[in-house]
C-alpha cells in the first residue's frame, strides 16, 4: 500500500514532506525514497504554517504529515489559518493499527471531529486498499476548497497488500475548473456600474493574482474609482503603490460607513461585503450605496451584503469588465490619502522610521509576511505591496503563522526576497520554526 500512496504523492507533486512525526508515522517514512524531501520542524504549528507558506507560493497543495491526537490537536489553529488564509494542504494524520482500534490503545485517536469545521474535508478510509484515492480525493479537495484537507491513516494501513490500480481508483485524474466569466454575469455588474457617479472599488485576497491585479489597474483607471483594500486581508488585491490606491478598509461599522458614504456603486473583487472586527449597531454602508462581489469563494458569496454577487473566477470577470466599460473624462490624478509625517529617528527606533527605512530598502517584487497586530496600520501606512504576492497576513487572526509561513515561502519562491516582520510578543508563538530554517538553510 505505501508503494501505491508514493505514487499517488508523485503524480500530484506532494514530493515534499513537513513533518514533526511519531511513532503512528514510522511505517510510512521508514526507508522514504530519495525523491521525496523531508522537512522537520519542531511543533505541529510549525509544521502546518510552513507547508502554508509553501503552498501558498506555489498556487497548489503542499503535504503535511501530523502525529495521531496530539499532533492534530497542537496543528489545529495552523489548520485554522490555512483555511482563512485560502491555502490548500494535503494532511496525513496518523492513527493507532485499526486492528485494535476497538479497544482504545495508547495513542488511539479520536480524530474526526478535531479540528472542527476548518477542514474542507477529512477522510479515514473504511478499509487500508482505499487509502490512494482518498488521498488522491484531498489533493483536489484541497484544490478546490482552498483549504486542508485531512486523511486519517492508520498505521498498519502502510503494509496492508494494495489493490489493482484500475480497482482502486476512486477519484478523478483531474478537473477542469471554468477560467471564463458568463457573459450575463460581466452585463449585469456593467450596468450597474454604468448607472455609477461615484465608484469605487475594494479588493481582497481573492485577487492577488497577475491577471487580476493588471485587469484591476486597468478598470480603477477607467471609472477614475479609488480602490480600498479590505479589512484585515490576507493577501493585497492591488498594486498599493498606485495613483488610484485608496488605503485601507476600517473595521468597525461606523467607520466603514463614514469611508463608503461619498460612493453610489462600490464593486468587491475577492472579498466579502464587508469583514469587521469590533461589532458596532447599523448597517455596513448607507442606502444611497450599492454593492456588488465578485468572488470564487461560494461561503464569501453567501455572506456577503450585497444586492448582487457574481460567483466566478475574479480575473476572468474584471478582465472581461475593463473591455467592456469606457473611459470616464475627466480622470482625477489620484486617491486621496492620509500624508503620513516623517519618522523621526530615536533611541529607541520607533515602529515608523523602521518601517519607513525597511520600505526604502525592499525590492519591489519582496513578499513580506505582517505579524505584528498593534503595528499593522502603520505598516499598511508605509509599506506597500507592489507585486502579487507582496503582503502575506494571518487572516484567522492567529500568532505563530509569519515565521513558519515565511520558511515556506522561501521554500517555494527562492528567487524572491522573503521578508517577516513579526512583533516581540507574536515571535514567541513559534520560535522553534528558526531551527527549520537554520537546518535547510532557507
Known sequence: MRDAVLDVLRERRLTTLFANPGSTEVPFLTHLPRDFEFVLALHESSVVGIATGCAIGRSEPALALLHTTAGLGNAVGALATARVNRAPLVVLVGQQDRRHLAHQPFLAGKLHGLAGEYPVSVDQPVRAQDLPGSIERAWHEATTGRGPALVIVPMDDWDAPALDPAEQAAAPGSILRAAAADQAAVDALAALLEQAE??????????????????????????????????FGARAGFPQDHARFAGHLPWDRTQLRSTLDPYDVVLV?????FRQYVYAPGPLYGAGTRVAVVTDDPAEAHRSAAELVVLAPVAAVCEGLAQRLQPRRPASAAAERRALAAPVRGNPLSTAFVFTTLAERLSADAVVIEETPSSKPELHARIAARAPLGYVGPAMGGLGFAMPAAIGLRLALPERPVVAIVGDGSSLYSFQALWTAAHYRV
Not at 473583487?269 to 461585503?273: K, L, R, S, T
Open 198 to 231: 461615484r465608484p469605487a472599488i475594494v479588493v481582497g485576497a481573492g485577487a492577488d493574482e497577475p491577471r487580476a491585479w493588471a485587469a484591476l489597474v486597468e478598470l480603477a483607471e477607467k471609472l477614475d474609482a479609488p480602490v480600498w483594500q479590505e479589512s
Open 269 to 273: 473583487a475577492g472579498a466579502p461585503a
